[in-house]
Nanobody
Framework: QVQLVESGGGLVQVGGSLRLSCLAS????????MGWFRQAPGKEREFVGT????????YYANSVKGRFIISRDNAKNTLYLQMNSLKPEDAAVYYC????????????????WGQGTQVAVSS
């Protein structure tokens, strides 16, 4: 089992920045590929980005490419999502997820999920 806890959400103005964190506990964090997903009210959960277990490779949704950066610190068991140039459409609950065999865009392939952290963007 891997337990994931997100933090860092809040209210930010359009064009601002925010950094989310996801602290993992339980099994060895560095064994897992990690993903970020988000869900806005009335919408399906959507893929944001992913990072491989070593951090050597990342992949982003087109909607956030060039604005968001995923990173991880395996020594601290922590995943990060740096969000820059935030837009109103980025407002959502953001979730981190872990998989020991998959690093893609399909949320169903991730085994473990955090409880989410809310991001609101004011115009």
């Amino acid at each position: 089992q891997v337990q994931l806890v997100e933090s860092g959400g809040g209210l930010v103005q359009v064009g601002g920045s925010l950094r989310l964190s996801c602290l993992a506990s339980g099994r060895t964090f560095s064994n897992y590929h990690m993903g970020w997903f988000r869900q806005a009210p009335g919408k399906e959960r959507e893929f944001v980005g992913t990072i491989t277990w070593s951090g050597s490779s990342t992949y982003y949704a087109n909607s956030v490419k060039g604005r968001f950066i995923i990173s991880r610190d395996n020594a601290k068991n922590t995943l990060y999502l740096q969000m820059n140039s935030l837009k109103p459409e980025d407002a959502a609950v953001y979730y981190c997820a872990a998989s020991n065999h998959y690093s893609g865009t399909n949320s169903r392939a991730y085994n473990y999920w955090g409880q989410g952290t809310q991001v609101a963007v004011s115009s």
